[in-house]
């Protein structure tokens, strides 16, 4: 392909996504180095109470990612050989491979061609007597629809875990994401804050709580660090075998710092964002935006190159941006594509068409705060270049939102 302009390669790269982390982050990182204590300990047990409060969960349990927080709820559900759990294929293979680990079946359910939400309806359709968790994805930081959902899983008396890796600041209605039920948040650095790497549960039912924070730290009654005493009495035991997924100080405290400017970040995404819906050329099709109330994260601003219009496929997209030094991501291909689930039992009633359809063609652009108004119209303009040498006379116009 031949553009009009080469890439200056005295600019910097721009990736699709960077942390921010500012001196009250590294302060407070530093700290926690220095004090003596740097895994599980206070600093976690604050970010847990700060999640909590912000999302008025009754319980928050810290991890080390959004994959390990999934995994022990369902092993404290107690999904597992004969089970089946109703979930998404657009979302990542974390939570397909948890079910599958455990010896449960993921069942795959269609997604909304604009918005890649799932619907109550499709839910619906696939609920079976095996049928032992729901499992939606409010995806890119827009939720599902809640209401309908929880509608029909609490007809089915199956438990609702809401994937939220995507979602935490995200609101429903006037309500945040994580208020009741079960929710799993990501803390990863692509996140809309970061732990470098974490996760976090909330739940309403304490006692599933605790069963999962005992799971966290080997399946012992007492962790390393108690509330009230460092260290831990010898009288301590295994209550049930566990694993090793708890979140250290050092990530933890800087999920405290970051928390405290998690709606800073939101209302600079949605600048970004809105930038992005007024400018984009008609090839480069954006996800549709639910049609309930709800506050968007933006999480991610992901786009659909349309070849018909666009006139290149996404992987011809993504070379090109590159080329100009500007970073994208795939978020996701479908879970049921890769070459595992190609081979092993899964079930997708109703078939995957809008999943399918969007796996070949999403993309993610760049989209966190510390973007300048220039690196936007810099995406902007490279996208722009990319399509015009190949469809100027389609792409001149901005797709309006």
């Given at each position: 392909?031949?553009?009009?302009?080469?890439?200056?390669?005295?600019?910097?790269?721009?990736?699709?996504?960077?942390?921010?982390?500012?001196?009250e982050d590294v302060a407070a990182v530093t700290a926690t180095l220095t004090s003596g204590w740097i895994t599980t300990g206070a600093?976690?047990?604050?970010?847990?109470?700060?999640?909590?409060?912000?999302?008025?969960?009754?319980?928050?349990?810290?991890?080390?990612?959004?994959?390990?927080?999934?995994?022990?709820?369902?092993?404290?559900?107690?999904?597992?050989?004969?089970?089946?759990?109703?979930?998404?294929?657009?979302?990542?293979?974390?939570?397909?491979?948890?079910?599958?680990?455990?010896?449960?079946?993921?069942?795959?359910?269609?997604?909304?061609?604009?918005?890649?939400?799932?619907?109550?309806?499709?839910?619906?359709?696939?609920?079976?007597?095996?049928?032992?968790?729901?499992?939606?994805?409010?995806?890119?930081?827009?939720?599902?629809?809640?209401?309908?959902?929880?509608?029909?899983?609490?007809?089915?008396?199956?438990?609702?875990?809401?994937?939220?890796?995507?979602?935490?600041?995200?609101?429903?209605?006037?309500?945040?994401?994580?208020?009741?039920?079960?929710?799993?948040?990501?803390?990863?650095?692509?996140?809309?804050?970061?732990?470098?790497?974490?996760?976090?549960?909330?739940?309403?039912?304490?006692?599933?709580?605790?069963?999962?924070?005992?799971?966290?730290?080997?399946?012992?009654?007492?962790?390393?660090?108690?509330?009230?005493?460092?260290?831990?009495?010898?009288?301590?035991?295994?209550?049930?075998?566990?694993?090793?997924?708890?979140?250290?100080?050092?990530?933890?405290?800087?999920?405290?710092?970051?928390?405290?400017r998690l709606d800073q970040f939101i209302d600079r995404r949605r600048q970004i964002a809105e930038h992005y819906l007024n400018s984009?050329?008609?090839?480069?099709?954006?996800?549709?935006?639910?049609?309930?109330?709800?506050?968007?994260?933006?999480?991610?601003?992901?786009?659909?190159?349309?070849?018909?219009?666009?006139?290149?496929?996404?992987?011809?997209?993504?070379?090109?941006?590159?080329?100009?030094?500007?970073?994208?991501?795939?978020?996701?291909?479908?879970?049921?594509?890769?070459?595992?689930?190609?081979?092993?039992?899964?079930?997708?009633?109703?078939?995957?068409?809008?999943?399918?359809?969007?796996?070949?063609?999403?993309?993610?652009?760049?989209?966190?705060?510390?973007?300048?108004?220039?690196?936007?119209?810099?995406?902007?303009?490279?996208?722009?270049?990319?399509?015009?040498?190949?469809?100027?006379?389609?792409?001149?116009?901005?797709?309006?939102?």
């Open positions: 392909m031949t553009r009009s302009s080469k890439p200056d390669e005295s600019r910097e790269f721009l990736p699709f996504c960077r942390p921010s982390i500012d001196a600093r976690c047990a604050e970010l847990e109470d700060g999640i909590r409060a912000r999302t008025g969960a009754g319980c928050a349990v810290a991890v080390t990612s959004g994959t390990a927080a999934m995994h022990l709820l369902l092993a404290a559900m107690g999904i597992g050989p004969g089970d089946e759990v109703i979930t998404p294929s657009m979302t990542w293979v974390s939570t397909p491979n948890i079910i599958s680990l455990l010896g449960a079946t993921p069942v795959f359910v269609d997604v909304d061609l604009e918005t890649l939400l799932v619907s109550p309806e499709t839910i619906r359709a696939a609920i079976t007597p095996r049928t032992k968790a729901i499992i939606p994805v409010h995806y890119a930081g827009a939720p599902c629809d809640l209401n309908g959902i929880r509608a029909v899983a609490k007809e089915a008396g199956i438990p609702l875990i809401e994937d939220a890796a995507h979602a935490i600041g995200t609101r429903f209605g006037d309500t945040e994401i994580g208020h009741s039920g079960h929710a799993i948040f990501s803390l990863h650095p692509i996140k809309n804050i970061t732990t470098g790497e974490g996760g976090v549960l909330v739940t309403d039912d304490e006692e599933l709580g605790a069963t999962v924070r005992r799971l966290r730290f080997h399946g012992l009654g007492a962790e390393a660090w108690d509330r009230n005493q460092q260290g831990r009495s010898p009288q301590v035991e295994v209550q049930s075998p566990g694993f090793k997924y708890n979140l250290p100080d050092m990530n933890a405290t800087l999920g405290v710092t970051q928390l405290k984009l050329p008609k090839g480069i099709r954006p996800l549709g935006i639910p049609e309930w109330s709800h506050r968007h994260a933006w999480h991610l601003f992901v786009v659909r190159v349309d070849e018909a219009q666009a006139g290149l496929d996404r992987d011809a997209f993504m070379a090109a941006l590159k080329e100009l030094g500007i970073g994208t991501g795939i978020h996701f291909r479908a879970a049921h594509t890769h070459h595992w689930y190609r081979n092993q039992e899964y079930k997708a009633p109703g078939g995957l068409v809008n999943t399918e359809w969007n796996s070949d063609r999403i993309c993610s652009i760049p989209l966190f705060p510390d973007m300048t108004d220039e690196d936007v119209d810099r995406v902007i303009e490279g996208i722009r270049e990319v399509c015009d040498a190949i469809h100027p006379t389609v792409n001149q116009e901005p797709l309006k939102a």
